[in-house]
């Protein structure tokens, strides 16, 4: 299997609810970081989170980093119409080349 | 500032034909790096820049892509003679200090074998 992989592959909620995604991972890294996708266009960095922190917030955005488990979580509080689109995560290895090992992504979609 | 520009947006071409992809990163921006993603699959790493030189060219499928960063600005990407497996989206990024803050990614370029 792929390093940086995400689950769900898809997710659809009504607008106002919370969106959770999840990656895992399998190499030791440098950061983790998430980005968007809006359809046609494209990637966008949201947030960046470092190895030696365990949550990062920006704005409605919740990331958790746990490197015991190789995992980590975005969360979107009080999404919108607007967040509709694919997410992804990529790790940096701890080397920090700068190349980035990206999961297969999470599409998601808010309901008005 | 601006951000990192990619043309063509399209391009479609038939297998054998071949196709040259730019990138213009962010000014100042010595890390650059091309990605793709083959249709339903993860976004690959292709190769990464440090100004003028090929820092890591392991992502490179095969012999068919020439990567060039002439006078360590803008990038071309070529692919010569292009095959159906090429098809996909093309992404550039360029970061500052080899992206520990995060990369910036160009709107990519779809690329359709025919």
């Known amino acids: 299997s792929q390093q940086g992989e995400e689950d769900p592959q898809a997710l659809s909620i009504q607008e106002g609810e919370n969106a959770t995604m999840n990656c895992s991972y399998k190499?030791?890294?440098?950061?983790l970081q998430w980005y968007r996708q809006n359809s046609g266009r494209g990637l966008v960095h949201l947030i960046l989170?470092?190895?030696?922190?365990r949550e990062k917030h920006s704005g409605r955005l919740r990331v958790t980093l746990d490197t015991s488990k190789k995992s980590s979580s975005l969360l979107i509080t009080a999404s919108r119409a607007a967040d509709t689109a694919s997410y992804f995560c990529a790790t940096a290895g701890s080397s920090n080349t700068g190349k980035l090992i990206f999961g297969q992504g999470t599409t998601l979609q808010v309901k008005p | 500032e601006a951000g990192v520009t990619q043309f063509p947006s399209h391009s479609v071409i038939e297998k054998g034909q071949t196709v040259t992809l730019r990138c213009d990163p962010i000014?100042?921006?010595?890390?650059l790096y091309w990605y793709r993603r083959v249709m339903g699959k993860e976004i690959k790493f292709l190769l990464h820049?440090?100004?003028?030189?090929?820092?890591?060219e392991s992502g490179m499928p095969n012999n068919r892509f020439l990567a060039e960063r002439t006078g360590g600005t803008y990038s071309t990407l070529k692919v010569q003679p292009a095959e159906l497996e090429d098809s996909g989206v093309y992404f550039c990024?360029?970061?500052?200090?080899?992206?520990?803050?995060?990369?910036?990614f160009g709107s990519g370029t779809r690329l359709t074998v025919v």
């Open positions: 990024a360029s970061s500052l200090g080899g992206g520990v803050y995060g990369y910036t």
């Open positions: 820049f440090v100004k003028e030189s090929k820092q890591d």
């Open positions: 000014s100042g921006h010595d890390n």
């Open positions: 190499t030791s890294i440098n950061n």
């Open positions: 989170i470092r190895s030696n922190e």
